[in-house]
């Protein structure tokens, strides 16, 4: 097949839709599929144009397979709000557009873009259309609903008309898809057929992740004791992690000093968390660390942290709850209950309410008073990603999905899941009991 994939984040970023759209390239192009992507510079999460690429210019390169066409962005450099946002977006569909346009004449089988960013969606769905390509549209953020229940964008009258256009936008693409159930019942709510709407994960490459035991590269770098207890943050650091609320445990739990905090990664928000961290003595802060070292990091912590802001319940799906469960380590997420997370997390760890930062300081000591309890929790994570998260599992039932679609055949319903791994373990105790 010849597949067109769009969107505004690509490898080699670390972190978020980056990593996953790189990763899916390259398995297709290895699959023996004809693979092109038109996509940005890498610039996140350090919203910074990264080194051997430029911000205004077209180039042209190769990812292992996959030819890929990069188009000039505008990234701000001042703190981000709506308005820069939406340039930042803007600047990009416009700069793709003509380039899009010319693989028409390449004539793929399918037009594949990636939400965020929303932006993008026209001129993929009129590529398709004016190719004979199917339209394929994957959620990994709801953007919209994000930028207004978090406060980035106000106004009810302009809240009502922009998701008249994402739900028209939508009502075009042959197929529309989500990482997660709740998402998926999201799109179903926004007016996606069940027909056209299909889940699709995020997924890790087990034999990559593996749980790590004995002595760790990054405890030693960082000069941690064998004994203390590590409870790590890894990933993007920005506004919809909520990371005020790690500093505020963190000082809680000053005075065990048996319990070590690691905040790992980049972001808006990493500056503001070092400042409320300067005179912490058991907080550690590393940089975003290459892809190579992702296993041995994890496998640092003895609990890994998942925050997340009461109001992104269900717009989105933390890409690094992956790597957490394939880690082997258990898992504390702030999550509202019923939600995604906590459907995922609820057996595998320990769900505290958003915010809260006394709640989560009551189940880090828990957790780390019995590291019975979290060996068996991080076991069971290990097991729900080997049976719903495994790359090339997930991978294969997408390259199936695409036939199936290419082929006039309709989609598959059965196959990839994300139920939570029930009896995976036995319910965590709940630490505000």
């Not at 106004?155 to 042959?174: K, N, P, Q, S």
């Not at 197929?175 to 709740?182: G, L």
């Amino acid at each position: 097949m010849k597949i067109l994939l769009y969107g505004i984040n690509f490898a080699p970023e670390l972190t978020g839709v980056g990593k996953y759209t790189g990763d899916m390239a390259a398995w297709l192009a290895a699959a023996g599929h004809d693979v092109r992507v038109v996509t940005a510079p890498p610039y996140y999460p350090a919203w910074e144009v990264s080194e051997g690429h430029h911000p205004h210019l077209y180039r042209r390169g190769d990812w292992w397979g996959a030819k890929v066409w990069r188009c000039p962005l505008w990234v701000p450099r001042t703190r981000l709000n709506g308005t820069r946002r939406l340039l930042h977006l803007a600047s990009f569909a416009l700069s793709s557009a003509p380039l899009m346009l010319r693989h028409v004449v390449w004539r793929p089988d399918v037009v594949w873009v990636v939400e965020p960013a929303l932006l993008c969606a026209p001129m993929a769905w009129l590529t398709a259309r004016l190719c004979g390509a199917k339209a394929w549209l994957h959620v990994q953020d709801f953007e919209v609903d994000a930028a207004f229940e978090l406060g980035m964008v106000g106004g009810r009258r302009r809240r009502l008309a922009i998701e008249w256009v994402e739900r028209t936008l939508m009502r075009g693409f042959d197929v529309v898809s989500t990482i997660s159930e709740r998402m998926l019942e999201r799109l179903l709510a926004k007016g996606v057929t069940a027909e056209r709407g299909a889940l699709f994960p995020n997924w890790v490459d087990m034999t990559s992740v593996v749980p790590e035991f004995g002595p760790n590269a990054f405890r030693k770098a960082l000069n941690i004791a064998p004994e203390a207890v590590v409870a790590l943050y890894s990933g993007n650091m920005g506004g919809k992690q909520g990371l005020d609320v790690l500093a505020a445990t963190a000082v809680l739990l000053r005075s065990h000093p048996s319990l070590v905090f690691v905040f790992c990664g980049e972001g808006a928000g990493r500056e503001e968390l070092v400042q409320l961290c300067k005179d912490l003595p058991e907080v550690r802060f590393l940089p975003l660390q290459p892809v190579e070292q992702l296993s041995s990091l994890l496998g640092m912590a003895d609990i890994h942290l998942l925050p997340q802001r009461a109001e992104a319940a269900d717009l989105v799906m933390p890409s690094k709850l992956t790597g957490m469960l394939a880690s082997g380590r258990s898992v504390v997420a702030m999550a509202q209950s019923g939600s995604a997370i906590a459907k995922v997390v609820q057996h595998c760890g320990l769900v505290v309410a958003p915010g809260d930062p006394e709640a989560l300081a009551q189940a880090l000591v828990m957790l780390a008073a019995q590291p019975a309890l979290r060996a068996r929790l991080g076991a069971a994570g290990r097991e729900y990603a080997h049976s719903h998260l495994d790359r090339h599992s997930v991978l294969s039932h997408f390259n199936r999905q695409l036939e199936r679609l290419v082929n006039g055949q309709g989609l598959k319903k059965s196959g990839i899941s994300s139920v939570a791994c029930v009896d995976a373990a036995d319910k965590a105790p709940n630490p505000q009991a």
